[in-house]
């Protein structure tokens, strides 16, 4: 059981370059979320999923687009690279609202 | 609006003393609380969680947590603290959909 797979674990990108994050669980949880993970301030909300084919935005949307085509994958893309994405990713999983998430190993993002 | 503060960014203990981290929410409904531990580059893992009943909880590594509604508090606790546990503490608050809200984040540091 590999739980939530992430990849890749580290990357670095050019201002204005787009790349896709990748996630994949294989517990068949509904819920999926990303998060991205700046000092001092906590993990914050990108965008979520509450099941395959349905998405809502987070609390720091902007520049990120995600899909959910199937249960178990859940990319988010990033549009046009910028510094102030410079950040740790982290994408999550949980059964339903009455579970805790279950978190990937994070992506390790530097934008120059 | 539903949030969750850790008051102490960063604590230090000797090992083998006492450790108590605080948390406190704000939450409209019935609240769901968890605690997570963070080890240095590594995800997020799940402590232990509260959903109803006992307001006293057990969790993994020695941990354990008192909800406490009428101070709408969740602090996180250990008897006796050990090197391994050096590493960054979350309080998170959960719900429905996307309401899953964490905290800054504790940073502890264990003298030998």
């Known amino acids: 059981n590999a739980g939530v797979t992430q990849t890749p674990k580290f990357q670095v990108l050019k201002t204005g370059q787009s790349m896709t994050l990748q996630c994949a669980q294989d517990?068949?949880?509904?819920?999926m979320s990303w998060y991205r993970q700046d000092p001092g301030m906590g993990l914050r909300l990108i965008h979520y999923?509450?099941?395959?084919?349905?998405?809502d935005q987070g609390e720091v949307p902007n520049g990120y687009n995600v899909s959910r085509s199937t249960t178990e994958d859940f990319p988010l893309r990033l549009l046009s690279a910028a510094p102030s994405q410079t950040s740790v990713y982290f994408c999550?999983?949980?059964?339903?609202?009455?579970?805790?998430?279950?978190f990937g190993s994070g992506t390790r993002l530097t934008v120059v | 609006a539903q949030s969750v503060t850790q008051p102490d960014i960063h604590i230090t203990v000797s090992e083998g003393a006492s450790l108590e981290l605080r948390c406190n929410y704000s939450?409209?409904?019935?609240?769901?609380l968890f605690w997570y531990v963070q080890s240095p580059g590594q995800g997020l893992q799940l402590l232990l969680k509260y959903f109803s009943g006992d307001t006293l909880v057990q969790g993994i590594k020695g941990f354990e947590a008192e909800f406490k509604r009428s101070q709408s508090s969740f602090n996180l606790r250990k008897p006796s603290v050990h090197w391994s546990d050096a590493a960054e503490y979350f309080c998170?608050?959960?719900?429905?959909?996307?309401?899953?809200?964490f905290g800054t984040g504790t940073s502890l540091t264990v003298i030998p």
């Open positions: 517990m068949n949880h509904e819920y």
């Open positions: 999923s509450v099941g395959a084919g349905i998405t």
């Open positions: 999550a999983s949980r059964l339903t609202d009455l579970y805790g998430y279950t």
């Open positions: 939450y409209g409904a019935t609240p769901y």
């Open positions: 998170a608050v959960g719900g429905t959909g996307n309401q899953f809200y």
